[in-house]
């Protein structure tokens, strides 16, 4: 049976925390084992970071959405935002040497290293992080289509 | 839920007790205020005991990794002690594990000062 849950969220710490809070308790309800949880509950709260700070920049009058949606195969979690949008190709590696000891960069990098699947839609209207988590898919490690 | 600290002194080393989430907000802006305060009244033996952390974030690694940076370039030392299996795998991770002096016993880190 598929079932989507949505949210219309402000541009603050509290959504964040929201976020990540929906996300642990829908995840377990769906019965993934503990450790998935957390690695659910942690990349939504890093996609949620991103649109409220990177995204949104605390804009009063801007808004993140935050849709999760159940369907025999997956848990498919959408994080959008109404920011001017993102440049992937300005993201460094975070794994670097010459990065390594730098004090942010490692959100998008959390979530690919947490979900099957990240995808993300930047616009100049906004961004679009769809994270995807199967619901009998390897623990972790595996990664596909990953962006 | 929220991040909790206190310090005490073991042998001229500071030892820094932490407890609950060092997330983006008010636990990453205590732990930086935390460290600075006391590099600022010359304790620069820094031990982050993070047994009591539960969770932490891409802000609360950042801020570690500000924390380590700022001692050291003080003059310092920070290691962490009594890291738990998460806040251990995500910096397996992010390769920061070995960045990172971590001890699991508190007196072989006070000892491992120089």
Known sequence: ?147 | MSMKLSTRQVDGVTIVDCSGRITLGEGSVMMRDTVRDLLSKGNKKIVLNLGEVNYIDSSGIGELVSAFTTTKNQGGELKLLNLTKKVHDLLQITKLYTVFDVKDDEAAAVKAFK
């Open chain 1, 1 to 147: 049976m598929e079932q989507t849950i949505s949210y219309t969220l402000d541009s603050t710490l509290e959504t964040v925390d929201h976020a990540e809070e929906s996300a642990t308790r829908i995840a377990t309800e769906l019965g993934f084992p503990e450790d998935e949880v957390m690695q659910i509950s942690m990349a939504v709260r890093e996609g949620a970071v991103n649109a409220v700070l990177h995204g949104n920049a605390y804009a009063p009058d801007k808004k993140v959405i935050l849709a999760f949606e159940h369907t025999q195969e997956d848990l498919v979690i959408t994080i959008r935002d109404q920011g001017r949008g993102i440049d992937l190709g300005c993201i460094p590696n975070p794994l670097a040497p010459e990065n390594l000891l730098k004090t942010s960069g490692r959100g998008i990098f959390l979530m690919r290293s947490f979900m099957d699947v990240v995808e993300i839609r930047p616009s100049q209207t906004g961004t679009e992080i769809k994270l995807i988590k199967h619901v009998h898919g390897p623990s972790g490690g595996g990664k596909e289509g990953s962006q």
